[in-house]
């Protein structure tokens, strides 16, 4: 079974800051997704792949990262940033989805 | 546009089983793969299941659901039900459906349903 494990546990960032968060796998992962979610909605997708960005996903935010190591950035922090950050294994043969447990990114 | 939408929350005592709806629109709903995962209280995200509308239904589950969750779909209606039985308190959560994009060309999920809060207490 692979783990996903994400740090830090909660991050503060000031307004126009930037902000990196991390996700390792506990095995060599081929597809990796980030999704944000805001408390009380359902999370959205922001990129798959690492790099590539979801449709209406402005170019602050960006991944990268391959192999067991990811991360994703958000360059000039806004308000409606804030709320928590997943990361998935993501692959259809097997059919594995594996989430990691969170970082909850706030705004100082 | 391309939308998800499930049915209302529901209270139930345990041992019973729910059934939760999820109802496509805005493209073709045979066309996807749809997930469900749930968000228990204060918590993340969990995976439980795939199933294809377009096959009769090919279903596949997480290990630990294997058994006590029903994946169905109906295209006549471009609706998937999810079934739990055997209900028990730590079963509490949010439950979303989740549209499988990758024939869409985002291998993700990329569209998800507002999500339906189960309680199950006695």
């Known amino acids: 079974e692979i783990v996903m494990t994400q740090s830090p546990a909660t991050l503060s960032v000031s307004p126009g800051e930037s902000a990196t968060l991390s996700c390792r796998a506990s095995?060599?992962?081929?597809?990796l997704v980030w999704y944000h979610q805001i408390p009380g909605q359902p999370p959205r997708v922001l990129t798959s792949?690492?790099?590539s960005r979801a449709t209406g996903i402005p170019d602050r935010f960006s991944g990268s990262g391959s192999g067991t190591e990811f991360n994703f950035t958000i360059s000039s922090l806004q308000s409606e940033d804030l709320g928590i950050y997943y990361c998935q294994h993501y692959s259809n043969w097997p059919p594995v989805y594996t989430f990691g447990q969170g970082t909850k990114l706030e705004i100082k | 546009q391309v939308q998800l939408v499930q049915s209302g929350a529901e209270v139930k005592k345990p041992g019973a089983s729910v059934r939760v709806s999820c109802k496509a629109s805005g493209y073709t709903f045979v066309n996807n793969y749809m997930h469900w995962v749930r968000q228990a209280p204060g918590q993340g995200l969990e995976w439980m299941g795939i199933i294809n509308p377009n096959d009769g239904g090919t279903t596949r589950y997480a290990q630990k659901f294997q058994g006590r969750v029903t994946l169905i779909s109906d295209t006549s209606t471009s609706t998937v039900y999810m079934e739990v039985n055997s209900l028990r308190s730590d079963d509490t959560a949010v439950y979303f459906c989740?549209?499988?994009?990758?024939?869409?060309?985002?291998?993700?999920?990329?569209?998800w349903g507002q999500g339906t809060l189960v309680t199950v207490s006695s």
């Open positions: 989740a549209r499988d994009g990758s024939s869409s060309g985002l291998a993700a999920f990329d569209i």
């Open positions: 095995q060599i992962v081929s597809g």
């Open positions: 792949g690492a790099p």
